[in-house]
């Protein structure tokens, strides 16, 4: 099996103190025991912002037996085209990362509503990414996942 890594569960295995690091490990660390860990360009971008040096992430990938698979031009054009969904459909509504529950935000001072950009391409290159080379994904957005990539297992 090949399972893709959101950033953001090695992010939480990086960060000193972060609140899912114990679940996040002992997550990388049952997929690993059952196949290949493969991460997108984009969470390497993400990942490099925790590394002093370009050879401290090569090792780290090294050591935890995570490969980088470059995306090819199916996954980049699905990318496009979700994200051009995405961009026509968004409200002002702010969308939980968890159960993808949609909020309305409001200004104190005005009572305007606050809109806020919450995904961004980098988003939509991780989930078709994973959709194109993986079997599944592990991330802790799964509500945008659910929502934007619905063909996508997650794990």
Known sequence: MITAIDANILLDILIPGAEHSAASKALVD??????QLIISESVY???????????????FLKDTSIRLVNSNEVALANA??????????????????????????????????????????????????ALVHADLLLTRDRGFYRTYFKDLRLG
């Open 45 to 59: 971008a993400e990942l490099s912002s925790q590394f002093s040096a370009g050879q401290e992430l090569k090792t």
């Open 80 to 129: 496009g085209n979700r994200w051009k969904q995405y961009a026509k459909t968004r409200s002002a509504r702010l969308q939980c990362p968890s159960c993808g529950t949609k909020l309305a935000v409001h200004c104190p001072e005005c009572g305007k509503s606050v809109s806020y950009r919450q995904h961004i391409i980098s988003d939509f290159l991780i989930g078709a990414h």
């Open 30 to 35: 049952r997929h690993n025991a059952d196949g």
